[in-house]
């Protein structure tokens, strides 16, 4: 059975930090990219930040320099460190893998969510 277990979310106050973490069963982490996606009350889900079966990453303009995706494969884990987060960045966050595939549209899996909320 394919598991994508979130967790590190909560409460902190604007400036603060977060680290989500995102725990990977049943599928060959190492072959998949694996993404951090958010989605805000009234709003759509956005692509927040990605990291490549290969370790190369991605991040959103709203969230640049303040986040930062890694991965570590020997642990089958997926992290976003959130530094200095702004009340803007509350939102549902969602741990999603990717099969990596030049060929076709690979395998896909989504966590249950965690909750980050930013507020004084």
């Known amino acids: 059975q394919v598991q994508l277990v979130e967790s590190g979310g909560g409460l902190v106050q604007p400036g603060g930090s977060l680290t989500l973490s995102c725990a990977a069963s049943?599928?060959?982490?190492?072959?998949?990219?694996m993404n951090w996606y958010r989605q805000a009350p009234g709003k759509e889900r956005e692509l927040v930040a990605t990291i490549t079966d290969e370790g190369m990453t991605n991040h959103a303009d709203s969230v640049k320099g303040r986040f930062t995706i890694s991965r570590d494969n020997a642990k089958n884990a997926v992290y976003l460190q959130m530094d200095n987060l702004k009340p803007e960045d509350t939102a549902v966050y969602y741990c999603?893998?990717?099969?990596?595939?030049?060929?076709?549209?690979?395998?896909?899996?989504w966590g249950q969510g965690t909750q980050v909320t930013v507020s004084s």
């Open positions: 999603h893998a990717k099969l990596q595939s030049d060929y076709f549209q690979g395998s896909e899996y």
């Open positions: 049943g599928i060959a982490f190492g072959l998949f990219n």
